[in-house]
């Protein structure tokens, strides 16, 4: 059964009916076999791209879809239903996009944008380090001025799309500015001293590659600075938020397949004369996986809708992230259970899903980053009692 | 290079299809209602002419007010304009009477081609290429795996069981393709959103020069008298292998006309 939406226009409608009717006969049929052999899709990114659905939330004027961040994530969701791997992808490749797209030169948008937002070219995001993940101003990797723009040495990790990407939204600290500066660079594989590492060997996402970044002395032309020298702090951290509302909607997606699984596999299995999901045990466990998918869709809508009307959403991105991905953990451990010892075996989805479902309480900041930024919100809203 | 693609608005193959026991016609009103999917392939072929030699695509499609959504998946996978042949008359039409609406239809456009699907999915008669072929004294090329359209001319590959026949004719002709003949491209959304600035042309009967006695159920050349649900599934065959098994198995399939 598809999820019923409420979409805010005829134009998102058809919007939603594309996607699903390209995620049905396109990525559905082909993750479970791309996730075993561990390979990277990018033919699918290509056909996606033509589609239109690789600059979404962007404007129209610089090659985007012009639509609302509540209407993209759903998009995501949409993907992440039939595979994971993609919707993560494209979630990165929006990230990687909005750099250049909200702190770019007018060459730089003009040079660059078509064929990022555009999908031609795939993006990476690549600000942690394998010592500075979430503590992004413990980040070493620098580039230092040279006579014609810069240099870039270091080393960045967990790059996802890395080795595969056509550019790389890359922060590096620039010491020239003050010593904590950092800033952010727009980088190519074809640059000389530009490499990417072995890719990680990982439980789950495994279609998706999650690589190092080398950078051994890269000359970086002036032009491919994005935004103010020293402000990527602001750039990456301005990002980051957005970013975290990508992953909450990747993760209701991956939470209402494990439940879609769950569900059929309950109806149609009997036991002691009846299926499974009339017996009580099994129906609650389903009632709490479906309150869990909705009340996380709900969260990350409400936050998407602050955002879509220019009210602060830092607090409620980090809700989002924090409650999706933590329901998309229980729901897919739950879906397996559901299966029972089919849900063990490969030969169900069920276990890829709960696999799958751990790596998103961990990136785009841990849940337990999640609830710190929760917290120093909480704390710095407070307003004294009067008197 | 102009092409006129024909469009059919058909129940989807893939839900369950019914009838309308109050007429016996296609039961559309509950049907999940689709653009038929042979056309795709049509509108694909034609979309690809027109990027190689330029010319405009036109979507022309008879059909109730619904039919609208097959128009516009035509016209967000990239045809320019369509004509909707739409009145409540037509209600019922048989394929002979339809032809007669979609030849009016036709004799107010102006086109080098004429493209649709090898056969619709609902009711599978595939006798329109032929029935238009001969209202409007016009070469039809039917069942094509292959179109090459030069200089003036049309060659197809009509596919057979067997292999293909290479036939040829001056244009305008009509042309039915198979899926065999491509692979139809999604819409993009800019694509959907540029549908809805394009031209969509209403026809009534009346707009044809057409008498509404001459079209519809009271004066269909055919009629459905009754029908019955496909029967449930049988319980197949059981073949007990007593060393022979790999016999009666090729038996069976040869029996069935498999092999």
């Not at chain 1, 109806?267 to 129906?283: C, D, K, L, N, T």
């Amino acid at each position: 059964m598809p999820v019923d939406r409420e979409l805010p226009s005829r134009e998102a409608e058809d919007l939603l009916a594309l996607t699903r009717e390209i995620a049905d006969a396109e990525l559905a049929p082909k993750a479970a076999e791309h996730e075993r052999a561990e390979r990277f899709p990018r033919e699918v990114f290509r056909l996606l791209g033509d589609a239109g659905l690789m600059g979404l939330p962007f404007p129209e004027e610089i090659g985007g879809g012009g639509q609302p961040y509540a209407v993209y994530l759903q998009v995501l969701e949409e993907l992440a239903a039939r595979w994971a791997t993609v919707a993560l992808g494209i979630s990165v490749h929006t990230l990687a996009c909005s750099p250049v797209a909200n702190f770019g030169t007018e060459a730089q948008r003009r040079d660059l944008l078509p064929e990022m937002v555009g999908g031609t070219l795939l993006g990476a995001y690549s600000l942690s380090e394998a010592h500075a993940g979430s503590d992004v101003a413990a980040m070493r990797a620098s580039a230092t001025p040279s006579d014609d723009g810069w240099l870039a040495r270091g080393e960045k990790a967990w790059v996802t799309h890395g080795g595969h990407a056509d550019f790389y939204s890359t922060f590096l600290r620039t010491p020239v500015d003050g010593d904590r500066a950092i800033s952010c660079f727009h980088l190519t594989p074809d640059l000389p001293g530009f490499s990417a590492a072995k890719p990680e060997e990982k439980m789950g996402l495994t279609g998706s590659t999650t690589a190092a970044i080398r950078l051994d002395d890269v000359p970086v032309p002036a032009d491919r600075l994005v935004g103010e020298p020293g402000r990527g702090m602001a750039i990456a951290l301005g990002a980051l938020d957005s970013g975290r509302l990508g992953v909450s909607a990747v993760a209701v997606g991956l939470a209402q397949s494990a439940l879609d699984v769950a569900v059929a596999y309950a109806v149609e299995r009997s036991a002691f004369g009846r299926p499974i999901a009339e017996h009580q045990g099994v129906a609650f466990l389903l009632a709490d996986m479906a309150a869990a998918v909705e009340s996380a869709r709900a969260t990350y809508l409400v936050a998407a809708r602050r955002k879509d009307a220019g009210k602060p959403f830092s607090r409620q991105a980090s809700i989002a992230k924090l409650v999706a991905t933590d329901a998309a953990m229980k729901v897919t451990t739950d879906a397996v259970q559901v299966l029972g010892g089919a849900g063990y075996t490969r030969d169900h989805p069920a276990e890829r899903y709960m696999r799958e479902a751990k790596v998103m309480q961990i990136f785009e900041g841990t849940n337990q980053i999640q609830r710190m930024v929760i917290g120093r919100h909480l704390t710095s809203e407070v307003v004294p009692p009067a008197g | 290079m102009n092409i006129v693609v024909l469009v059919k608005q058909v129940p989807d193959s893939g839900s369950e299809r019914k009838l309308d026991p109050a007429d016996n016609t296609v039961a559309r009103a509950a049907a999940d209602n689709v653009i038929n999917e042979m056309d795709e392939y049509a509108i694909e072929e034609a979309l690809t002419i027109k990027e190689a030699q330029g010319g405009e695509v036109t979507v022309l499609t008879v059909g109730p007010d619904s039919a609208t959504d097959a128009i516009r998946k035509a016209l967000s996978m990239g045809a320019d304009k369509a004509v909707h042949v739409v009145d409540d008359a037509i209600h019922g039409s048989c394929a002979v009477q339809t032809s007669a609406v979609i030849a009016a239809a036709l004799g107010q456009m102006e086109y080098d081609l004429v493209m649709c699907g090898a056969e619709a999915t609902d009711a599978q008669l595939s006798v329109m290429p032929a029935l238009l072929a001969e209202r409007l004294g016009l070469p039809q090329l039917s069942g094509a795996r292959k179109v090459t359209i030069e200089g003036g001319t049309a060659k197809v590959e009509r596919q057979t069981d067997g292999g293909f026949w290479a036939l040829e004719a001056p244009l305008p002709a009509i042309i039915s393709t198979w899926d065999t003949i491509n692979e139809p491209r999604y819409p993009s959304f800019k694509g959907i959103m540029a549908a809805k600035k394009k031209p969509v042309e209403t026809r009534s009967l009346a707009d044809l020069g057409l008498d509404a006695g001459s079209v519809g159920l009271a004066s269909a050349t055919s009629k459905v008298l009754d029908f019955a649900g496909r029967p449930p599934k049988g319980e197949g065959v059981k073949v007990t292998d007593e060393g022979d098994g790999a016999q009666k198995f090729v038996d069976y399939l040869a029996g069935q006309k498999i092999v």
